[in-house]
């Protein structure tokens, strides 16, 4: 009996299969088998009971997995703008530091490195009603003479969360527009300045095209992070109060740890993974038709 000889390539590969099995594959393969059953942690045995797509058709029907989609996109949509403008404005000033540049950029990533959850913490305490760091510095400066409910009013606490996330990612749009301004050719730039064209139209129609390529690669990798927000927004409010800054991670971990239908979460994992990937697709198009633009094909 011959011994079976796997190929030189594949004897390489297996350790790292056989762990992207282990680790993706496999739990990947039971999220979506249990999204089609009514399974419940308390119950191990509703696993085997298979009801089809009866998840799914609940979770398009549910106005509270709809409201907690809308939310995401909110969240999504003015984090990404802000942390674009504030990104580029930062990269913009560091380009033109002479002296100490190498600190700053350095500086300039403490952010990207604290963790979201140690982050939630941060901003917790910050914006706490009693003992916060923003209600007493505007109480001290006489701004207001009494705490505001910054965690409390669904307003406000959407804000808070937006100002977290802002604080926490603009770094990264600022890390790649730098590298984008270092990248840029000299010979555009000094063209525009013999033609007599203004700073601002200079960076409107030299600087600003060559850097899109740069944004539209920050925004596809923060938009994966952002539709999947849990850490920050689970600890500064649980998805309080009364549910109003709810997003869809916070949604399905309640649905599939406190309430434990775990099945019922699986399907709403699954169907919010198509947010996600309509906004990598849209800003992978964006980027191949900026480069396109540029003439640096795709």
Do not use: H
């Not at 762990?19 to 089609?36: D, G, K, M, N, R």
């Not at 000094?190 to 899109?212: I, N």
């Amino acid at each position: 009996m011959k011994s079976l000889k796997l190929p030189p390539w594949l004897v390489l590969l297996l350790p790292a299969i056989i762990i992207l099995a282990a680790v993706v594959l496999i739990p990947l393969v039971l999220s979506l088998y249990s999204s089609f059953t009514a399974y419940k942690l308390t119950r191990p045995d509703s696993l085997y009971r298979w009801i089809g797509t009866f998840n799914y058709e609940k979770a398009i029907g549910d106005a509270k997995f709809w409201a907690a989609f809308g939310r995401t996109v909110l969240l999504l949509t003015v984090a990404l703008n802000l942390e674009m403008l504030f990104g580029l404005g930062l990269a913009l000033m560091v380009s033109k530091v002479t002296r100490g540049q190498r600190a700053l950029r350095t500086m300039m990533m403490f952010p990207m490195m604290f963790s979201p959850i140690l982050v939630g913490f941060q901003f917790k305490f910050i914006f706490n009603d009693n003992v916060g760091l923003v209600n007493n510095a505007l109480q001290s400066l006489g701004i207001t003479d009494q705490a505001i409910p910054w965690l409390v009013d669904g307003n406000l606490a959407m804000f808070s969360i937006i100002f977290a996330e802002v604080w926490t990612a603009t770094s990264v749009f600022a890390i790649l527009i730098l590298a984008g301004l270092y990248a840029i050719p000299k010979d555009p730039l000094e063209a525009a300045k013999v033609d007599g064209c203004t700073a601002w139209q200079s960076f409107r129609y030299v600087t600003l095209p060559f850097l899109m390529p740069f944004i539209y690669i920050a925004m596809a990798i923060r938009s994966l992070d952002v539709a999947r927000a849990y850490d920050i927004v689970q600890i500064m409010t649980n998805g309080g109060p009364a549910r109003r800054t709810e997003l869809l991670w916070t949604l399905i971990g309640r649905t599939g740890y406190v309430d434990a239908r775990m099945g019922y979460a699986n399907a709403m994992g699954y169907i919010s993974i198509f947010l996600a990937i309509f906004f990598t697709v849209f800003f992978f198009r964006k980027l191949t038709a900026a480069r396109a633009e540029l003439g640096m094909g795709v």
